[in-house]
């Protein structure tokens, strides 16, 4: 089962735009990570964000964490066409003792030229 | 390139065989991941070794297994394959894997179709 919903479940916009996508999640965590990936391809580590901390920069990549909301979003600047792809995060169980990661369902991003 | 290798990247068979998908880990990563992801159950972790030992399982069926060689390499074992078992098949692999703060590099995945 998963854990995290992902919100929207598609979007489409132009280069150039932002795309801003959120993912809610069930329960407590040690960290939440972003993952890309382009079509049937495999998975491609964005970024990991621990959840004390409330917000990362990576170059045009930007994502917060309010553990008290149980949410976390992914925001793209100046997104490109080579940005198209479908962004999944994926949450660490807190006291497991192992990384089992839990993937969201997943936004599909389409940024046209 | 994330490292990580993954045989074969398509494979398509019958229902009620048997196959074996393999996964090479990073240089120097001591634990594999195995995760299948379908249309209807999304992005799911089977099972996860860390240096030839189980350390954790998911959502995998009796009917799959897998093991972890001396050379750190993998395999996922699918038998008597149903046609619910049509997905494309990811290992990861990590340095340690028990640290929170380890990112898994997955490989391209084996495509699985079961007519």
């Known amino acids: 089962s998963q854990q995290g919903e992902e919100d929207p479940q598609a979007l489409s916009i132009q280069e150039g735009e932002n795309a801003t996508m959120n993912c809610s999640y069930k329960?407590?965590?040690?960290?939440l990570q972003w993952y890309r990936q382009n079509s049937g391809r495999g998975l491609v580590h964005l970024i990991l964000i621990r959840s004390n901390e409330r917000e990362k920069h990576s170059g045009r990549l930007r994502v917060t964490l309010d553990t008290s909301k149980k949410s976390s979003s992914l925001l793209i600047t100046a997104s490109r066409a080579a940005d198209t792809a479908s962004y999944f995060c994926?949450?660490?169980?807190?006291?497991?003792?192992?990384?089992?990661?839990?993937f969201g369902t997943g936004t599909r991003l389409l940024v046209s030229p | 390139d994330s490292g990580v290798t993954q045989t074969p990247k398509h494979l398509i068979t019958a229902t009620g065989q048997r196959v074996t998908l393999r996964c090479s880990p990073r240089s120097g990563d001591l634990s594999v991941y195995w995760y299948q992801q379908s249309l209807d159950q999304g992005l799911q972790f089977l099972i996860q070794y860390y240096n030839g030992e189980e350390r954790a399982k998911g959502n995998i069926l009796e009917r799959f297994s897998a093991q972890q060689f001396p050379d750190l390499h993998s395999e996922l074992n699918l038998s008597s394959l149903e046609l619910g078992d049509s997905a494309l098949y990811f290992c990861a692999s990590s340095v340690r894997g028990g640290d929170p703060t380890d990112t898994q590099y997955f490989g391209p995945g084996t495509r699985l179709t079961v007519l």
């Open positions: 994926a949450t660490d169980a807190m006291n497991t003792g192992f990384q089992k990661l839990v």
């Open positions: 329960t407590s965590i040690n960290n």
